[in-house]
């Protein structure tokens, strides 16, 4: 069983960044990839950015390219989302999520961390 615990969310201003933090336990642990995953109010999940645990290789959703960068530490089994010139439109419920059975096969999820921004 893998555990992922998100940390970092907060309340911001528009124009302000936040770095969250994932820290993933348990069993060995090797996914394949990590992403996270964002839902505002109302709306479904959008994939954020996600990376290839192995190589580093890394994709972003066209929303945020340029101001988010998400990486890895595989000595700690934590990868990290550095959000940058935050906008309203990025309020959500971020999360943490481990794919070890495919690039986007998310089978392990933490528990969301609230990011508000506000204009």
């Known amino acids: 069983q893998v555990e992922l615990v998100e940390s970092g969310g907060g309340l911001v201003q528009a124009g302000d960044s936040l770095r969250l933090s994932c820290a993933a336990s348990?069993?060995?642990?090797?996914?394949?990839?990590m992403g996270w995953i964002r839902q505002a109010p109302g709306k479904e999940r959008d994939v954020v950015a996600s990376i290839a645990w192995s190589s580093g290789g890394a994709y972003y959703a066209e929303f945020v390219k340029g101001r988010f960068t998400i990486s890895r530490d595989k000595s700690e089994n934590t990868v990290y989302l550095e959000m940058n010139s935050l906008k309203p439109e990025d309020t959500a419920v971020y999360y943490c999520?481990?794919?070890?059975?495919?690039?986007?096969?998310?089978?392990?999820w933490g528990q969301g961390t609230q990011v508000t921004v506000s204009s």
């Open positions: 348990g069993r060995t642990f090797s996914p394949v990839a």
């Open positions: 999520a481990a794919a070890t059975s495919g690039w986007d096969q998310y089978d392990y």
